[in-house]
């Protein structure tokens, strides 16, 4: 299967800081992104959809402000946690989805713990 | 897109097969049914996906109902490190989102 990227895969930054985690398709050109988030235990949630050259579209009760989506290249999409509080801290995924494919990709995801 | 209800968890014992059931009872014409899985701390993996034949690739097999209203992922040989998270979801086939319910917990013991 296709292969997707995330970095870091870890990351631990103080409260009132920003976060970025970058996601990328190794091979192939994804002309949609998908951001989540999962809580110990929990399902993954989706949080925003990105396509290549737009705006995010958000999911409800995902503050847009709070978490920045970038979606700049075909194979480039970013989340930037700004502000981070300890809530924050949770296990963020990215997803990737190649144009003319029903299948969407992982990457192995980042665990983010705010201090 | 349709909601599905898969049991919470199985047990299952190295080398037999596996067969994880999904109910999806109101799905349309155009829903594919796809399965991912995920092990601990990782991102999900794709799997299969099929919309009314049956399916087979090298990791499953998805048996899929006459009517559609059920499937069955089936992992012909189990063994420990197919012990992960389950998640059988419909939508369509180019849909926008993939929207992740709670999935079976599977565990492979020896």
């Known amino acids: 299967g296709a292969v997707v990227s995330q970095h870091p895969s870890r990351v631990i930054c103080k409260s009132g800081t920003s976060v970025k985690i970058e996601c990328r398709s190794l091979d192939f050109q994804a002309t949609t992104m998908f951001w989540y988030r999962q809580f110990p235990k929990q399902s993954l949630m989706l949080m925003a959809t990105s396509n290549e050259g737009s705006k995010a579209t958000y999911e409800q009760g995902v503050e847009k402000d709070k978490f920045l989506i970038n979606h700049a290249s075909l194979t480039l999409s970013t989340l930037t946690v700004t502000s981070a509080h300890p809530e924050d801290s949770s296990f963020y995924i990215c997803?990737?989805?190649?144009?003319?494919?029903?299948?969407?990709?992982f990457g192995q995801g980042t665990r983010l713990t705010v201090v | 897109d349709a909601k599905t209800t898969q049991p919470t968890s199985m047990d299952c014992a190295e080398g037999r097969a596996a067969n994880l059931p999904c109910n999806h009872s109101t799905i349309s014409g155009n829903e594919y049914v796809y399965w991912y899985r995920q092990i601990h701390s990782q991102g999900p993996q794709y799997i299969i996906h099929g919309l009314k034949n049956n399916e087979t690739n090298e990791m499953a097999s998805l048996i899929i109902t006459e009517d559609r209203k059920s499937s069955t992922l089936i992992l012909p040989h189990a063994t420990l490190r197919d012990t992960a998270v389950y998640y059988c979801i419909v939508r369509m086939e180019y849909g926008n989102k993939l929207v992740f319910g709670a999935g079976t917990i599977l565990r492979v013991k020896s």
């Open positions: 997803s990737a989805r190649q144009q003319g494919h029903g299948s969407a990709f």
